[in-house]
């Protein structure tokens, strides 16, 4: 399978700390993006990374990204209990044609 | 943004029913759309790739004539579940690309319909 790994599969964490995932792939990739999903609900992307990145920021959200690991990491700073969701990586191996492979995912929990 | 409207949000059949999920592109269109399955506190799976005028393309694995997908205009996906059983049971979610030509961009998804068969 070309499926991604993530850990950790699920995380813990009181408000105002910072959340780390990881996502690691198989083979090389165009581009790689994080989305999260509230229970029940579609996907929203939050951010993507293209293979010549290595680091992209947007508000509380950092993403690195390693090619010669064929890993990256998503940091949420200053969580909130908002934040509370399911957060995705994906990516298109070179030449899939849109086609996004998603990690199996880290249920993230915010405590208050 | 661009919006992907997806209906019903939720579908309760008996065994033997067909169920049919519509995808809509609200505010752009897209000749390529996605279906994927999600399992309880699992990942998505892509199940086929809609193409608008020709025949979708199904992943190793999914049964076609189980899985009907219809592509019949530039915003609008159709998934039917035929004859569905309890194991169809799951959460189905469409996505779309706004990006005509551009393939490595986002994808924009629709809020998923859960399906339960009795």
């Known amino acids: 399978s070309q499926q991604g790994e993530e850990d950790p599969q699920a995380l813990s964490i009181q408000e105002g700390e910072n959340a780390t995932m990881n996502c690691s792939y198989k083979?090389?990739?165009?581009?790689l993006q994080w989305y999260r999903q509230n229970s029940g609900r579609g996907l929203v992307h939050l951010i993507l990374i293209r293979s010549n990145e290595r680091e992209k920021h947007s508000g509380r959200l950092r993403v690195t990204l390693d090619t010669s690991k064929k890993s990256s990491s998503l940091l949420i700073t200053a969580s909130r209990a908002a934040d509370t969701a399911s957060y995705f990586c994906a990516f298109r191996y070179g030449g899939s044609n849109y086609k996004l492979t998603f990690g199996k995912g880290t249920l993230l929990t915010v405590n208050p | 943004g661009a919006v992907v409207s997806q209906h019903p949000s939720r579908v309760i059949c008996k065994s033997g029913t067909s169920v049919k999920i519509e995808c809509r592109s609200l505010d752009f269109q897209a000749t390529t759309m996605f279906w994927y399955r999600q399992f309880p506190k699992q990942s998505l799976m892509l199940m086929a790739t809609s193409n608008e005028g020709s025949k979708a393309t199904y992943e190793q694995g999914v049964e076609k004539d189980k899985f009907l997908i219809n592509h019949a205009s530039l915003t609008l996906s159709t998934l039917t579940v035929t004859s569905a059983h309890p194991e169809d049971s799951s959460f189905y979610i469409c996505?779309?690309?706004?990006?005509?030509?551009?393939?490595?961009?986002?994808?924009?998804f629709g809020s998923g319909t859960q399906l339960s068969v009795l």
């Open positions: 083979t090389s990739i165009n581009n």
């Open positions: 996505s779309a690309n706004p990006y005509p030509g551009r393939t490595n961009e986002k994808l924009f």
